[in-house]
C-alpha cells in the first residue's frame, strides 16, 4: 500500500468532485464507497480511497492505494494530485512535463 498527500485551496467537496470526474477518465475506475469526506474508486487497476479534510485556509487532501510505489495506479494518483491548485487563485493543471 502507498500513500499521498497534498495541500489544496480547493473546499473538500471540489476536490472529491475531481477526483470523480478525473480518476475514472485516468485509471477505468469507478466510484464504489463515498461519505462526507472521502471517496473509494476501485477497478482492474486497483483501489484508491481519496479523504480531503479542511485545515484553515488549506484542504489537507490524502490518497491511499492498494498498490505498490512503482504501480501505474500511483502514478495516475500522483498526476490527479499535482493537477491540484496549491495556492488560492491557481489554476492548477498538468504539471511541465506532461501534456496537457
Known amino acids: 500500500m502507498a500513500g499521498y498527500q497534498r495541500k489544496?485551496?480547493?473546499?473538500?467537496?471540489?476536490?472529491?468532485?475531481?477526483?470523480?470526474?478525473?480518476?475514472?477518465?485516468?485509471?477505468?475506475?469507478?466510484r464504489s464507497k463515498e461519505g462526507g469526506h472521502s471517496a473509494t474508486f476501485t477497478g482492474q487497476?486497483?483501489?484508491?480511497?481519496v479523504t480531503a479534510h479542511r485545515h484553515g485556509p488549506y484542504?489537507?487532501?490524502?490518497?491511499?492505494?492498494?498498490?505498490?510505489?512503482?504501480?501505474r495506479m500511483d502514478y495516475e494518483i500522483q498526476r490527479f494530485l499535482n493537477r491540484l491548485p496549491y495556492e488560492p487563485g491557481d489554476s492548477g493543471g498538468p504539471g511541465s512535463?506532461?501534456?496537457g
Open 59 to 71: 484542504t489537507d487532501v490524502v490518497a491511499q492505494t492498494d498498490r505498490l510505489r512503482t504501480s
Open 45 to 49: 487497476e486497483g483501489t484508491v480511497t
Open 8 to 30: 489544496t485551496a480547493l473546499p473538500p467537496a471540489e476536490v472529491l468532485e475531481r477526483a470523480g470526474e478525473l480518476l475514472p477518465e485516468m485509471l477505468g475506475v469507478s
Open 97 to 99: 512535463g506532461e501534456p
